[in-house]
């Protein structure tokens, strides 16, 4: 039987790490312990991010299917493999043939004997694991007005559901609106957890509200001198707003509560990993003409990096 995977053991642990801006650490011991924690406390979106696709027909999918009592299970069939991620391999993992868990144990040893154990080992079993490793942090980065996007991985079979993980830095604003498509997982850094590199976009030109078109703006820049002294007020405020924050934080103001004060020009980072369908859909919403010119970029540059297939157009809404 056939399996493919995507992600590392590593990998949970990035996806994880990324809540307080330190995804790119490698500390073998804390990164197994920590995969323990996640584990046993149940905070599981991590574990999203590793993909399974195991070779089939639609009857062993069915068979699955028929077998699955746990409704927030989620395998997709296409191009003749059922497909998968770790999170939900692990809650319907019984039902699988057995020769996968190999595979498993091979790819993410040590996620796989902590779920073997049911979260029990101890901290000597575990630093007996070997431990597997992202080989590169980034494949490519592109950068855009508001931030960056980068390709962590990707797994192409040549179906509709092949699988990529993106690192995305970008406003809060356009982290709004990437986030409204569902279909893919997020793990985003928290500003409860850290106030580790807190950066900000301030566009180069303020462009003009859009006449005939309620949310959108024309590519004119605002007349001067309001321009250049609206940019300059952005840049003050800005600069208050933070000023204000560290102040709070420093005088043991909760993060969670003075993060309020930082503007939507925040920049904040997250992993996306998302099945070809919708990665798709994201790139024909997004590079439209009506998306904003912030988020439009970014689907720009994500297709330039793993091209536009047109798997969408199966969806008729
Ligand atoms: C120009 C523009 C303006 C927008 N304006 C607004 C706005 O003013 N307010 C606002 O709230 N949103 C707005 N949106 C967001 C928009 O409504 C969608 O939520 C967003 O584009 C994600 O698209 P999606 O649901 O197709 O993607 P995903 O959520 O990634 O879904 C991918 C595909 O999976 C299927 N799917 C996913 N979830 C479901 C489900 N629950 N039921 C059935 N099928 C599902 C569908 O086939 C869908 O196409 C805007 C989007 C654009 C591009």
Known sequence: MKVEVMGSDQRVVRCARVSFGKDEAVDEKRDKRLIRYLYTHKHASPFEHNIVAVEGDKRLWLSILDRLENPSVQVYFSGGYLWLNLRSFINSSEH??????????????????????????TDEELDKLPYTLDSVFLREKIETSSGWVGLVDKLELGTDMDYYTFIVECPLFVARQWHRHRFGSYNEISRRYTAYDIKFYVPQVLRKQAKSNKQASVDEPVDEPYNSEFLDRISKLVEGAMELYEEMTEREVARELARGVLPQFMKTRYYWTVPRIALDNFITLRTHEGAQKEIREFAEAIRDMVEYRGTDKKNRL
């Not at 057995?98 to 902590?114: A, H």
């Open 96 to 121: 699988f043939p057995k020769e996968i868990y190999e595979v498993l144990r091979d790819k993410f040893p040590t996620i796989w004997s902590v779920v073997e154990s049911g979260g029990r080992l």
